[in-house]
């Protein structure tokens, strides 16, 4: 899907504590993996259903023979979940947006 899921939302520019950490957590963790890391199909992809986000959790809590990174990558991503989980749709298109540059600094 890419960006232009973004599109398709309408462009959502939402804004919260959560949302905010997700956008700092997502640019720390291109920081340890340029494409995302476990997170690829979500943070690179915008795949942002939470069927997409349960299989990426299951994926993190395995035995590690799927796993991709280093330790602390991992506890990014789990971090990401945890607070993507409970987000709409809308809102998780706002984090990658913010995490992209797509949300003008005076939006945000």
């Not at 987000?87 to 540059?101: D, F, K, T, Y």
Request: proline share 6%; aromatic share 6%; net charge negative.
């Amino acid at each position: 899907m890419c960006v232009q899921f973004w599109h398709i939302l309408g462009c959502p520019a939402l804004r919260s504590p959560e949302i905010d950490r997700v956008a700092m957590l997502v640019d720390r963790l291109h920081q340890f993996s340029p494409v995302g890391g476990n997170l690829h199909m979500i943070t690179d992809e915008w795949n942002l259903s939470t069927d997409v986000l349960q299989f990426c959790a299951v994926t993190l809590a395995g035995s590690g023979e799927w796993l991709d990174g280093h330790p602390t990558q991992h506890d990014l991503e789990r971090r990401i979940l945890y607070l993507m989980m409970p987000m709409s749709v809308a809102e998780r298109a706002s984090a990658l947006a913010i995490q992209q540059g797509l949300v003008p600094v005076a939006d945000a």
